[in-house]
């Protein structure tokens, strides 16, 4: 489709800027009506429905309080829609967060009055809690049903292709065509089998006709900061969001913060890692959390050191040195799963790895014993760690720790990842474990080493759990 086809396909723009036919603005505005209910209102509309119907059937016991909180709550929404820009797709976490403040704040204002007796506030602390949490659970369930962003990308063709290519693998983006500042002529060849769909003045009319929900720019030559202010121009009137990508891969959104100095926007970075506090109160949290789960599970470890000790000659437990934090070594403990002569015979097993980089994996290793294919698979092995942990030589959450013959092939950028403690569990083992690729392996644990917080350890902790009972990346 040419650029003139594609403009007249836009036709809804050009009349409401006096260039079109009243017929073609009326499609125009009920177009972007459609849209905008689709984006905002359905989805907010679900959550407010869900948490309705939680608060009805808790209302019985509750009083007035909950009905206050629901009108505050219902304000705030109504503010937040009317305020919004069209552009703003989907409900993100900001405007969930800002209604369950408001709810809360409302709960508290309400239960201060010396009328309410305890009874009654513990009522209705609790009906509106869940109102405010099924509201969560409702708006999180409306923006995931819609599936990928779907996006077009404006930028020159490696730029366009690097984007593509990096997105290829993501599930949460649909690249749907390309526009090209030197576009010239009828049709030009696709980029990685997606079209191109026209040049920079193009983009208003195929974001239409496509129906994404962004124009991504990508970074190159070919564009200037005036061309991104003109696609703002011309996306003003559209339910299309309009981004640009920055060339700054692994860094939290929470650790860049944008500036303008001389009329140039600049992303200031804030240093990654964790502050001193933080990691003293990880520290403690871990030797305690390993503490207790040692005695918690006493019993279990004492009965698969019996069955490994049956099973196969040899101690139960298996040591072996490890690299940790800042390159020192320490030697880990696990549940042994191979025979006893498990390292002399390597070498002869080297000629069929299975894993690129400096590790070694094996799908079916005859190294492994009856017990040991069990224990690998479920990770049990893994649970002497916790031994390490109380010593303060891991984390329960960490790097993968790393063999000292794999260190001494880092580079400075794999050297990162010895910046943390290395851990029994980890982005790496949620991620995919043996499925991994090596890269695969160290992004993960670089992009932990510098973003991770204590709330994203407490959801690796629960991700942990389902890939060890479904034995996801098992070997």
Known sequence: MTAVELGAEHAGVRAMTGEGTLADAAVGVRRRTRQWVRARVQPYTVACLTAAGTAATLTGSAGPVVWAAAG????????????????????????????????????????????????QARAEAVTVIAACAAFLIGARLAGASRGPRTVLVVGGRVGSAQLITQWASCRDVSVSG???????????????????????????????????????????????????????????????GLSVVAEMDGIAPRRIVP??????????????GRSGPALGAKAVLDRVGAAVLLVLLAPVLAALAIMVRRDSPGPALFRQTRVGLDGSLFEVLKFRTMVVNAESMLPALLAVNEAAGPLFKMAADPRTTRIGRLLRSTSLDELPQLVNVVKGQMSLVGPRPGLPTEAMLYDEW?????????????????????????????????????????????????????????????V
């Open 414 to 474: 794999i050297h990162r990842r010895l910046s943390a403690k290395p851990g029994m569990t980890g982005a790496w083992q949620v991620g995919g474990r043996s499925n991994l690729s090596w890269s695969e392996s160290v992004r993960l644990d670089i992009d932990y080493v510098d973003n991770s917080r204590l709330r994203d350890d407490l959801w690796i902790a629960m991700r942990t759990a389902r890939v060890v009972m479904t034995r996801d990346g098992a």
């Open 178 to 240: 390309v526009c090209l500042p030197d576009h010239v002529g009828e049709a030009m060849e696709p980029i990685l089998d997606v079209p191109v769909v026209g040049s920079l003045d193009d983009v208003a009319a195929a974001a239409a006709r496509l129906r994404v929900d962004d124009v991504v720019v990508a970074p190159g030559p070919l564009l200037t900061a005036y061309d991104v202010r003109r696609l703002s121009w011309s996306l003003e009137r559209e339910s299309v």
């Open 72 to 119: 505050v709550v219902a304000i705030a929404m109504a503010l937040e829609l009317a305020t919004a820009r069209p552009a703003t797709r989907r409900p993100g976490t900001g405007p969930v967060k800002r209604l369950g403040l408001a709810a809360g704040g409302a709960l508290l204002a309400a239960s201060s009055f010396a009328w309410l007796t305890p009874g």
């Open 259 to 272: 500036q303008v100095i001389g009329h140039r926007v600049l992303m200031s970075v804030h240093p990654g």
